[in-house]
């Protein structure tokens, strides 16, 4: 079995949605008929990624064998370095890694977390995440919430998504919402705090103290993702669990916050190594003792993706991302990864155990180029 062809394209899942919404699909074929599928990180719509896939690499994979996929990688994470390494060209190999692991389930008869060592677990709670809290006033926060807590998550996380640019805009403002939504959603409830580096090391470490006295689970990216050493800093001063890594892109950069202090590290199957990238960082938590949480904000490829790898992992102590749980971008799917109860229930056909509708494909690609 060889690669003969790589399509990757775009999908806008609805003409509303802005350029940044959509998503960024790869359809690998092999020359006897197989297809696996694939997703780059979709951040601005996920063009770079591919274009990187359609100009960088295509050439180099076709009449590759899709089994020597960790080679594959490697190879082109050392022989492309200077598109990046980090962002458009590894959110482009994740999508590769992915399909190629579709495709060697596809080829074995086996989902991916069986060739992975198996699963701990096929049904696996979510928690819901919420953004944009930072524009919100007190009551739209606690309204939002109570939304989303009907679907069940085994907890929730408030976002902010202030400037980056800006530091500690309004420190009072966001320990009145976390206060308002623990008294919401009562005691005993798993919260988590999600600071987008907003906050200066001083900042960070005063909403981590009243995080504490609220009880919430974790204290996610509280200072810029680029000072990892204040990061730690950060971890280090705090009893609450502070967690990064969503903006980490290689295996030695998840090795850095770990050495710095970060007890719960939260790559991106879509930005950094697909599978096999998430396989190496969950094979570095259980060396350290570190907690393997992944950012994951996609609920199509990419999250089914994270959950074959999370299923199967020990260091993966707490329910999977969901980010946006509205069903427009399923429509592509034969069995749309969603939760049904409360919990996602991991496939068992093989590779990802994702049928997609191409007719619905066809429909909804854009053209990027
Ligand atoms: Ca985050």
Not at 30 to 57: C, Y
Not at 61 to 81: N, T
Not at 270 to 292: N, P, S, Y
Request: glycine share 10%; net charge negative; aromatic share 6%.
């Amino acid at each position: 079995m060889k690669i003969a062809r790589l399509d990757a394209f775009q999908l806008q899942w609805s003409p509303s949605d802005k350029p940044d919404q959509r998503s960024a699909f790869l359809r690998v074929y092999t020359d006897d008929g197989r297809v696996g599928i694939g997703e780059a990180s979709p951040m601005r719509g996920g063009v770079a990624s591919l274009a990187i896939l359609k100009h960088h690499i295509a050439s180099a994979v076709i009449g590759a064998d899709p089994l020597d996929h960790a080679i594959i990688q490697d190879r082109l994470v050392h022989g492309l370095v200077k598109l990046g390494p980090e962002g458009a060209l590894t959110g482009a190999l994740a999508a590769l890694d992915i399909a190629l692991w579709d495709l060697k389930g596809k080829l074995l008869g086996q989902p991916i977390y069986k060739l992975i060592g198996g699963a701990w677990h096929t049904d696996l709670p979510f928690y819901a995440s919420i953004g944009h809290n930072g524009e919100r006033n007190v009551d739209e926060v606690c309204r939002v919430v109570e939304q989303r807590m009907k679907d069940g998550p085994a907890a929730v996380k408030i976002r902010f998504d202030n400037d980056r640019t800006c530091q500690d805009i309004d420190i009072p403002g966001d320990i009145a919402k976390a206060r308002a939504v623990r008294r919401l959603v009562g005691e005993d409830y798993p919260l988590a705090f999600d600071a987008n580096n907003g906050y200066s090391v001083g900042g960070a470490i005063r909403v981590g103290r009243m995080l504490e006295e609220l009880g919430y689970w974790w204290f996610e990216e509280p200072v810029q993702h680029y000072h990892v050493k204040r990061m730690g800093e950060v971890a280090r001063a705090l009893d609450i669990t502070v967690s990064a890594g969503e903006q980490t892109y290689s295996l030695a950069g998840v090795a850095d916050l770990i050495e710095a202090g970060v007890r719960m590290v939260q790559p991106d199957i879509v930005k950094m190594g697909g599978i096999t990238g998430l396989l190496r960082c969950a094979a570095l938590c259980q060396a350290h003792g570190v907690e393997l949480v992944p950012h994951q904000t996609q609920p199509t490829i990419g999250h089914m993706a994270n959950l074959h790898v999370c299923a199967a992992q020990l260091q993966s102590t707490k329910p999977c991302e969901l980010d946006d749980p509205s069903s427009r971008r399923h429509v592509v799917f034969v069995n749309p990864p969603k939760p049904v109860g409360g919990l996602f229930h991991l496939p068992d056909a093989p590779g990802l155990g994702l049928e997609l509708i191409d007719k619905e494909i066809d429909r909804l690609r854009v053209a990027t180029e």
